[in-house]
């Protein structure tokens, strides 16, 4: 059997000795910045575990954690075989990218299409890791009650035909970007908006967990959870500073707006519980945080520091406004991926029409309150065909699999827990008997 | 033989144990358990939302002593226990049957 192993070498070979000398646009501070970058947005993955982790049940703690670490694992694979092809390949008809970078095939050392300052390759892998977080993002939504295999087959579909096809529409020189005209400079639509509008469709698709909201389901280790938020916030840095795609002024642009916007939204959730519940709770001040972070992601290097903090004053309150308006519409996103992901980034690229200044950066544009309202039509058109596109094949996805596989665990797996029947782990052992549970 | 259940507040627990000692009680069995009673339960805040917590945390002292030294025992666990506030917790009394020491196997009074 010789014919696997030609088809292997050619696949996996053949491409990185074509392009082993680096051209002279590749600039090393850049380069060295993007691969920083890159790490620290793959931290956020972990982080994000940790921070789903502690907001569920004991039971579930390791599902949960599970959810995101096998995303970094399963889209690393998948957005190298296709899912980096269809987002930045070769452009068809402004809707998606071409097959013609399979496999990486044609992706090296040479300087990257979409910005040459650094290696094709530096771009693939930092795009590869928002690739990873959108749909470990989702899972906040049907955490505790979905079924591993069922979640798995999910979200390679979902980041083949939602995914990819969004990053090209904003950033892979689709319709959006290129010919809207609408800004997103770290992913506010392609990350935040998508994950959320699919979280909250797969919320009302797999249905509320059992015994909710009758019974009261407590977050059961908010260190882990505020030690997940401390990850994200630092890997945000090289989420919105690194997608300058360079070292220098515009990163240190966004790195500060980012700093503020989630310093400020933190404050701003705090206060507005302070004042609703008499009472400022940790759990309030890291889910500010986050809100924070989601909303200056599409503005960070479009808006000024003092436009980051009233982006940061409306995202803390709206998405604390938002979390509680949860109850009374009564569906189960359990851990209020919508609440935080959809509102806080809905608000950023609405914002991001209000607040951008071409006097901050000269590649963005006037917003609103520069005297030009246009953009502001511009993002609301972005935002609405965004959440149109991912609700709609999101829930074409979710049904099939639902037919297909279940969506959902039974009833007495639901009840024992994620970590014993999906798993056969326990997250924590609390024998009394020299470790010997009883 | 009596045995004794006395549900208390978690912080008095080391107090009780030493006067418990002082009178010669050579054991107890220590659970940590939840319930309520007239004090009721708490709130807890979580992202907004006001969750009631009925059971709150207790600890039950299970101890089973002579008849003889009864009114002492439940005396000390009465003075030490008490707050004076709202959910201090109660002291329930039953006859024991029997009791046996495994390693010796020594029965009744003498095996406590």
Redesign the interface.
């Known amino acids: 059997m010789k014919f696997p192993w030609l088809i292997f070498l050619l696949i996996f070979c053949t491409p990185l000795s074509l392009y082993a000398e680096e051209a002279d646009t590749i600039n090393a501070g850049d380069t060295t910045w993007i691969l920083v970058s890159t790490a620290l947005v793959m931290l956020m993955t972990p982080g994000l575990a940790f921070f789903y982790g502690g907001m569920v049940r004991r039971k579930n703690v390791l599902g949960t954690i599970m959810h995101s670490f096998i995303l970094l694992c399963l889209i690393s694979v998948v957005w190298v075989l296709w899912g980096y092809s269809l987002a930045f390949g070769p452009d068809k008809g402004g809707i998606v990218g071409g097959l013609e970078w399979f496999g990486l095939n044609g992706v090296g050392q040479e300087p990257a299409p979409m910005s040459p300052n650094i290696p094709h390759l530096v771009f693939m892998m930092f795009q590869g890791m928002f690739a990873v977080i959108t749909p470990a993002l989702i899972t906040g939504a049907f955490a505790e009650r979905i079924k591993f295999s069922s979640f798995l087959v999910f979200s390679v579909i979902w980041v083949t035909i939602v995914y990819s096809p969004l990053a090209h529409w904003v950033w892979g020189g689709g319709w959006i970007g290129s010919k809207l005209g609408a800004l997103d400079f770290a992913g506010g639509t392609v990350v935040h908006i998508s994950s959320a509008v699919a979280a909250l469709t797969a919320a009302v698709v797999i249905g509320k967990r059992q015994g909710y909201p009758r019974e009261?389901m407590?977050?059961h280790n908010l260190p882990m959870t505020i030690l997940g938020a401390a990850l994200l916030w630092f890997g945000w840095f090289g989420f919105n500073a690194g997608s300058a795609l360079a070292s220098g002024g515009l990163a240190a642009l966004a790195f500060v707006t980012t700093n503020t916007a989630a310093g400020t939204a933190a404050l701003a959730w705090s206060f507005t519980?302070w004042l609703?519940?008499k009472?400022a709770?940790a759990?309030?001040v890291v889910?500010g945080a986050v809100a924070g972070l989601v909303a200056i992601t599409p503005a960070a290097g479009f808006v000024s520091p003092l436009s980051a903090i009233l982006i940061g004053i409306g995202a803390g309150s709206l998405c604390?406004l938002a979390?509680?308006l949860k109850?009374v519409l009564g569906y189960d996103d359990s851990l209020?991926v919508f609440g935080i992901h959809g509102v806080g980034g809905t608000w950023g690229a609405v914002a991001t029409g209000l607040f951008a200044s071409v006097a901050v950066n000269p590649g963005g544009a006037d917003g609103l309150f520069f005297g030009n309202p246009s953009l502001l039509m511009t993002q609301i058109i972005a935002i609405a065909a965004s959440y149109v596109f991912v609700f709609v094949f999101t829930l074409i996805i979710l049904k099939i699999v639902d037919w297909t596989m279940g969506l959902r665990l039974s009833e007495d797996d639901e009840y024992t827990g994620l970590d014993l029947c999906v798993h056969g782990e326990c997250g924590y052992d609390y024998g009394v008997a020299h470790g010997k549970n009883i | 033989m009596k045995k004794l259940e006395a549900i208390i507040k978690p912080f008095k627990l080391d107090e009780v144990k030493d006067a418990l000692n002082e009178l010669g009680i050579q054991g107890m069995t220590v659970v940590e358990v939840k319930g309520f009673g007239r004090q009721k339960g708490h709130t807890e805040l979580y992202r907004g939302a006001e969750y009631v917590v009925d059971f709150i945390p207790k600890i039950k002292i299970e101890i089973v002593v002579s008849d003889d030294i009864l009114e002492k025992v439940l005396k000390a666990i009465e003075q030490t226990a008490k707050t004076g506030k709202i959910g201090d917790g109660k002291i329930f009394v039953y006859n024991a049957e029997e009791a046996v020491r495994i390693r010796t196997g020594e029965r009744g009074e003498v095996a406590l």
């Open positions: 009261q407590h977050p519980e609703h519940r009472k709770t759990l309030g889910s604390y979390v509680n109850s209020d």
